[in-house]
């Protein structure tokens, strides 16, 4: 009799199918296998099949056979453990979860070497304005054709183009070098005593190889990173890997410095901007267990380690660990449950912990270390307030007489100043002053930004792009579009007017768009070449500029209009964040915040430096509220490129409700975001006590149901938006 084995595939469509196995194949659970679908091939996973049923039970004598058995090792329980946790939560497709872990498959492919491309130097003879800017883009970077092609926008036919004119041109690169191995002992830094008691704690928990979850509390500029550094060097001793979470890619560059300063080595980086080769590299070296330690954004969460020994979550409380799209799941949370399920300890590193991540600490389930003092004597900035209403910038501008004196009295000191809007571009708001029309997307619920280094609108949530209006579409007027607010790029040209002998850099992923953009930036930082940096939440965190004196909040306000439960929360996290940023040298720091509220809690709490009374309210709001970490919800989102039917289908939906005890279901009503992408977008918000099996209701209510084959329902747990 021939041996079956149950597969799940990498196809979202499907549950997981049984195959044959041919005398000769040796499959164990975790298996990573080739296997047939109807005339494809598809890649998947061998499951136990007590622990997933099969979408279709097929007899012996009617099973296909697995066309292949991969030569990599299996993918092993306890991320398989994950796979299955995330799903059940989530109310996600197994095999979409598992695409996360296989890495879509592109570790995957056998060959030793791949063939890439790179600029030869050759200018061609003909260099069209496109052209020009695919050789600028692509730099010094290599990659297939269709990476070059993203890296320099411009479609693959450019890139050919310029393979056959010969200014690129091919290149093997072997895949399969090994990674340099991180040494403990490279170098050895004096810790302060605060830090060496974190350490001695974190240290231990790291030999002891159980499960942990720790929350490192230490205010910016603490040391916090050299805490854990200390950890992960007790994990390599340990010969166990680590893997380190950062919010954002940007953040990558810098973190990679700073680690190859304590440990000799740069660690592996993984990220979704790597080439495909690069990729398949990782993955293997991850899955073999030769890759030490792993940094990355969310996505690195669910790779195969062999023997995972700790994980690090840096700022641990930002919103971008949560994933909007495709699989909803929160990367601090499921990262949790891989430390629980690898039996390892998680340090959730922070200034401003999430109200969750407190409320863990409360309950006794998270155990907790401070830091309270910066490192090195640096005291913490001095925070003001500037009461808009009455100290107000001139007409059409935004700095207000007491930040531009600021400014000027830093320039004239030598030092640096750093103004935050968390707005790329030049107007978020573009205006016919004739007859109002305003510029629009045409695909989704957003206004159009004026980009004016660019020279285009776009929109920041499907990347729709328009050449600058001459005349008003709808009144045909000339000259009477006005940009409405400010971005990074308007307030720029204002420090620009009121400072013309300051050297001026806009930082946001427009300008920074690759590691040696960052690199470039942050070396002219540090060699006192730039005087005021104006940029986006991309600037407040992770650098280290000792001679940055001052920083600038231009809009304090913006983060807490809009009714979402965490608003406040947010905006307190990264106005202190952005603080953190000044006085990190000797000189001391300087912030002022401008808002129209210089009453509101956040910015009392952010003034005072009374931090422990602002999280005490606002976790009190939350329980009168039955907000989350109390209470819970989760989103039920229909979209159809109809509106018609994605509303028709929401509110049938809705009809469908169960009716259960602590819960209630909210709509549907238009989505935060109400068209995406072209399509509309209902929900029904569903609001329930935290004891509740939410998602068990969910499965019962939904399970039934169908749609038209046009829409599209997903289920948000623990939504971010609102
Ligand atoms: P945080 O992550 O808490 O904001 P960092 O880890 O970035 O703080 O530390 C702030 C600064 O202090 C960095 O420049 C860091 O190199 C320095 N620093 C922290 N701890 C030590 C130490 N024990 N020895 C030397 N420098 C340290
Ligand atoms: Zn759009």
Redesign the pocket.
Known sequence: MNKRARVLLLNAALGPLDYRVDPGQHVEPGSIVLAPLGPRQLAGVVWEPERMGSDAEVGDNRLRPLAAVYDLPPLAAPLRRLIEWTADYYLAPPAAVLRMALASASALDGAPTIVEYRATGHVPPRLTPQREQALERIDKRQGLVRELATIADVSDAVIRGLVKAGAIGPIEVRVDDPFPLPDPDHAH????EA?ADAVGTLVAAVEAKSFAPWLLD?V???????VYFEAIAAALRADRQTLVLLPEIALTEPFLKRFAARFGVAPVAWHSDLRQSQRRRAWRAIASGEAKVVVGARSALFLPYRQLGLIVIDEAHETSFKQEEGVAYHARDTAVMRARFEEVPIILAT?TPAIETRHQVALGHYSELT?PDR??GATLPDIAAVDLTHDRPDRGRWLSPPLVAALAETLERGEQSLLFLNRRGYAPLTLCRHCGHRFQCPNCTAWMVEHRLTARLACHHCGHVMPPPRACPECKEEDSLVPCGPGVERIADEVAAILPEARTAIVTSDTLWSPAKTAEFVGRMESGEIDIVIGTQLVTKGY?FPNLTLVGVVDADLGLSGGDLRAAERSFQQIAQVA?RAG?GEKPGRVLVQTYEPAAPVIRALISGDRESFYAAETEARRMANAPPFGRFAGIIVSSENLDEAVATARSIGKAAPHVDGMEVYGPAPAPLAMLRGRHRQRLLVHARRSLDVQDVIRAWLGPLEWPRGVRVAVDVDPYSF
């Open positions: 830094p004096a810790l302060s830090q230490g910016t500029g603490s040391g916090k990173t050299e200034a830091l490192f090195g280290h953190g990190r």
